[in-house]
């Protein structure tokens, strides 16, 4: 939204808001779906992804397979409002 007025014959005032709202449903806190694509290009594909004894492999149990078989979920709800005033002054014994 734009808001702009002459508050007189030589000053101009404007104002400038934008905004946005964001709800993000993701996997669990710890392995994000950013840590999805992350792990895909980062697993080494000779590593096992589970281990002999059942737990997980590579990375500390954050291969692709485990990120998705994750067994939580977090929603993150963010605002953001951008605002830019403005004030025009004309000077006009001033020249330049």
Same mark, same amino acid.
């Given at each position: 939204?734009?808001?702009?007025?002459?508050?007189?014959?030589?000053?101009?005032?404007?104002?400038?808001?934008?905004?946005?709202?964001?709800?993000?449903?993701?996997?669990?806190?710890?392995?994000?779906?950013?840590?999805?694509?992350?792990?895909?290009?980062?697993?080494? &594909?000779?590593?096992?992804?589970?281990?002999?004894?059942?737990?997980?492999?590579?990375?500390?149990?954050?291969? &692709?397979?485990?990120?998705?078989?994750?067994?939580?979920?977090?929603?993150?709800?963010?605002?953001?409002?951008?605002?830019?005033?403005?004030?025009?002054?004309?000077? &006009?014994?001033?020249?330049?």
């Amino acid at each position: 939204m734009n808001l702009e007025t002459n508050v007189t014959n030589t000053t101009k005032v404007s104002a400038s808001f934008i905004g946005s709202a964001e709800t993000k449903n993701d996997l669990d806190v710890a392995s994000s779906s950013e840590q999805i694509f992350r792990n895909n290009y980062k697993f080494i &594909p000779t590593e096992a992804i589970y281990y002999s004894n059942g737990l997980w492999g590579q990375f500390a149990g954050n291969s &692709p397979v485990a990120v998705l078989k994750g067994n939580g979920y977090y929603k993150d709800e963010n605002n953001t409002i951008l605002t830019s005033v403005a004030v025009e002054q004309q000077i &006009p014994f001033i020249k330049y």
